[in-house]
């Protein structure tokens, strides 16, 4: 229970293999998922604000990287006195948040853990593309693996005028169902990614290929046993995700650019499959990276 006329908490937070600015993003997630409202962000910082409530006067929740550590603070908003312990319980919720959303799973060959492969059914592709239509803009193009007989496809959606970049979403990754940890957390799932304007589509180069194999990639997770996926998660095979590059593994976040529904789809059936965007993330150089510089 902290005392003072702006009672305060603070906290060192840290998760396994995430850089101070995987942190930040993680938090963000976490903040959303927690209801709280965001009072802005940078690559070294992020505060939010709790909602008003009858135990909370709106606390002020500030993240900010100090010496290569991430400093969590927790302060009342308002001249009080005591803060009967809602400061320091808004960090542990917070926390208990981020590392629900943390884990890293790594790429894997192994043919004995994974499930066979399971397609969509018309209905459900259907439900599927419509909703990539109606938030992610119109299908100009559609990818399929050369190497697997796998039944995921990417669809490609050009520049628009409210987008201006190209955005890669894969369709069937969803059909596999993952076991869940939690209930409330979505069992299937599928991945996007934004490039630049300038991209270049029809080039089968690694500096261009490398967002599309990645994608398949992601989509093979969900076949694999004892895998699942959600906001916050890291994904990496431990090596650059290509030659020229020094980013080491990819952020799932909802999308962030697109209207809020963008990231929940509903089968036929009632079930829910969630849209992932991937994030490339330095591992040893931490920075944010933006869809200018994914190549």
């Known amino acids: 229970m902290a005392i003072g006329f702006k009672p305060k908490a603070e906290m060192t937070l840290s998760l396994p293999g995430c850089s101070p600015s995987e942190i930040l993003l993680v938090a963000a997630e976490a903040a959303r998922q927690l209801g709280w409202r965001a009072g802005g962000m940078?690559?070294?910082?992020?505060?939010?604000?709790?909602?008003?409530s009858m135990r909370s006067w709106e606390e002020k929740v500030t993240l900010c990287e100090i010496n290569g550590q991430i400093v969590a603070t927790s302060a009342c908003s308002t001249i009080q006195i005591i803060d009967w312990g809602k400061n320091k319980s808004n960090l542990k919720k917070l926390f208990k948040t981020m590392q629900r959303l943390h884990d890293s799973h790594c790429i894997t060959n192994d043919k004995e853990s994974v499930h066979p492969y399971i397609a969509?059914?018309?209905?459900?592709?259907?439900a599927v593309?419509?909703?990539?239509?109606?938030?992610?803009?119109?299908?100009?193009?559609?990818l399929r693996s050369e190497e697997t007989n796998s039944p995921v496809e990417i669809l490609l959606v050009a520049p628009t005028n409210r987008y201006d970049y190209y955005t890669l979403v894969t369709c069937g990754a969803g059909a596999s169902s993952m076991k869940m940890p939690h209930k409330d957390l979505p069992s299937r799932c599928e991945f996007c990614i934004s490039l630049p304007p300038e991209w270049n589509p029809e080039s089968n180069e690694p500096e261009d290929r490398w967002p599309?194999?990645?994608?398949?990639?992601c989509a093979e997770l969900t076949r694999q046993k004892d895998i699942w996926l959600t906001c916050g998660h890291t994904v990496s095979d431990g090596s650059p995700l290509h030659e020229n590059t020094a980013m080491e593994s990819l952020l799932l976040l909802s999308p962030e650019k697109r209207d809020e529904q963008a990231g929940e789809c509903t089968l036929p059936d009632g079930e829910k499959v969630a849209f992932y965007e991937l994030y490339p993330l330095y591992t040893s150089n931490p920075q944010l990276s933006s869809s200018a510089s994914f190549l």
Do not use: C, D
């Open 120 to 126: 969509y059914t018309s209905e459900q592709k259907e």
């Open 42 to 52: 940078t690559r070294t910082e992020a505060v939010f604000y709790t909602p008003m």
């Open 129 to 142: 593309q419509a909703h990539i239509r109606k938030y992610f803009g119109s299908i100009n193009a559609i």
């Open 212 to 217: 599309v194999e990645w994608l398949f990639r």
